[in-house]
């Protein structure tokens, strides 16, 4: 399985960008998420998704602000991004489990994409 992210940019404060990940490789994947990592951080989580039923599961600090969507015959979940800040600055990774998780905001996905740089001016 290989996940592509894009999407990524520099977008002034207040502004909107919508990440991308498309994945290949034929597994079912049952869960889809974002995390980002800025530097000198640990890579935190942000949103994730179900494929079937479509559950969403939000971390406290994008609630509102970000929304995940899926789009199961492409593959491909996207990460819509509104009122973006100057700390949302980070590179964004997508990621993907093959198996349900009684955490989805745990990091112990099986697939990881390759990273798009956000970045946020103030």
């Known amino acids: 399985v290989q996940l592509q992210a894009s999407g990524g940019g520099l977008v002034q404060a207040g502004g909107s960008l919508r990440l991308s990940c498309t994945a290949s490789g034929g597994t079912f994947l049952h869960v889809m998420g974002w995390f980002r990592q800025a530097p000198g951080t640990e890579r935190e989580f942000l949103v994730a998704?179900?494929?079937?039923?479509?559950?969403?599961y939000y971390a406290d600090r994008v609630k509102g602000r970000f929304t995940i969507s899926r789009n199961n015959p492409k593959n491909t979940v996207y990460l819509e991004m509104n009122s973006l800040k100057s700390e949302d600055t980070a590179v964004y990774y997508c990621a993907a489990r093959r198996y349900l998780s009684a955490n989805p905001q745990s990091p112990d996905y099986d697939y990881w994409g390759q990273g798009t740089q956000v970045t946020v001016s103030s």
């Open positions: 998704i179900r494929s079937s039923g479509g559950m969403t």
